[in-house]
């Protein structure tokens, strides 16, 4: 349950001494902020959840699948392909999209040889996979900025420009750790301005544009009412651009940012519709960097300030999911590296909010990578065992406490 600083007790007593010895107006006056308090206090509670897991299960590698293929895979994408948990990505040495799908006690993989361009093929080792249903996937060329779509057999069907000259300024794509959402033929993504300015005045004008772009399949384009929070927009920096993108059945978009608090929710259209308290804690406090700070300082601010990052969705539970880095302040004097504690954050579709408080069985799970099902949340992590390369599938239920 949600901690709060100020009792209501005491609030109530503050509200008692303004009835003695102030005018009625006054009086009234806090009695609306008093239950104004207790609204917000019912609609915003943040209780404790609990991530079980309900089975685990060991696979090994067979020695013919190449090493560097398993090293593609450990950071591929997880999701559920004909009804069969998959990991899968592109693995560039050998110009193949890999499926590694989990049926009961075996391994099933399917490799899709991929007929790359000209211009992917120069810079293939970059290439951003991401997995649209099962006969679509995309290739995302951060370079030339451009999302090629490919069929199941490899070949390309399509391709969308992703870079915009809006007034004079370059609009880029930014998927580092996030995927391109494709609807009906629409691709949404996240995105970023050239020249991040490094004076105050500046960053204000900055941060009061319009980020994010949905391309039509005929290459036009819009450009959604997302806009960074105003703790971002008084003109002062945290030098953290990150801005993450999900999307429901609806086609509702959701925007969360990695120093505020809040969900912020669009129409399909990237028109605003509302704004949800989506955290762990109602005081929050994010620290901006001083502009004049060293390299040094930078370092150590990111490494140690606090962030929300990754969002996800979950279709069959209809829960929005988002992680969450405590701060973390490092020992100058130790060799060992201290792991920064990530919590996750989940919000059903009456907005109640949960966090799991036992972050130690999180450090080793990635919330970008880990899929979906009816039965729960899944992850598959590689490792070596016996000198053999070994998959773990551990399936993860929410119980509520």
């Known amino acids: 349950m949600k901690e709060l600083r100020i009792t209501l007790g005491s609030f109530l007593k503050h509200i008692i001494m303004i009835k003695y010895f102030h005018s009625q107006k006054l009086f009234m006056k806090a009695f609306f902020i008093f239950i104004a308090f207790l609204v917000f206090s019912c609609e915003n509670q943040v209780n404790k959840c609990n991530l079980k897991v309900l089975s685990e299960k060991e696979h090994y590698i067979q020695n013919n699948l190449d090493p560097n293929v398993i090293n593609y895979l450990k950071k591929g994408e997880q999701f559920l392909k004909d009804q069969l948990p998959t990991i899968a990505n592109f693995c560039p040495n050998i ?159 959701y925007a969360s940012f990695s120093k505020n608090d809040s969900l912020f929710i669009y129409n399909k259209d990237g028109q605003f519709k509302s704004k949800h308290f989506f955290g762990i804690n109602f005081t929050h406090h994010f620290n901006y960097f001083e502009n004049k700070a060293s390299l040094k300082q930078l370092k150590t601010y990111l490494k140690e300030e606090p962030r929300y990052f990754q969002l996800r969705y979950d279709p069959y539970n209809k829960m929005l999911i988002r992680s969450y880095k405590k701060r973390t302040v490092h020992n100058k004097n130790s060799i060992k590296k201290t792991k920064p504690e990530t919590v996750w954050i989940f919000m059903d579709t009456q907005k109640h909010i949960y966090y799991d408080p036992n972050v130690k069985k999180l450090h080793s799970i990635s919330l970008r990578n880990i899929g979906f099902s009816p039965k729960g949340m899944w992850d598959i992590e590689f490792n070596i065992k016996n000198g053999k390369h070994k998959l773990v599938y551990k399936l993860f239920q929410l119980d509520y406490l």
């Open 95 to 253: 110009n193949t999209v890999i499926y590694l799908s989990i049926q009961d006690d075996s391994l099933i993989i399917k490799h899709i040889k991929t007929n790359l361009s000209k211009d992917m093929a120069e810079d293939k080792a970059n290439l951003n996979f991401g997995y649209i249903n099962e006969k679509k996937f995309y290739l995302f060329n951060p370079k030339d900025q451009v999302i090629a779509i490919y069929n199941d057999k490899g070949n390309e069907v399509h391709r969308y420009s992703t870079t915009i000259k809006d007034q004079n300024n370059t609009i880029k794509t930014l998927l580092y750790d996030e995927k391109a959402f494709i609807k009906n033929d629409k691709i949404i993504l996240p995105t970023i301005y050239n020249g991040i300015p490094a004076t105050s005045a500046k960053l204000k004008d900055y941060y009061n544009r319009n980020f994010g772009l949905i391309i039509n399949k005929d290459s036009t384009y819009s450009i959604p009412e997302i806009k960074f929070p105003y703790n971002y927009r008084k003109g002062k920096g945290y030098h953290d651009i990150s801005m993450y993108l999900s999307t429901n059945k609806e086609n509702d978009l």
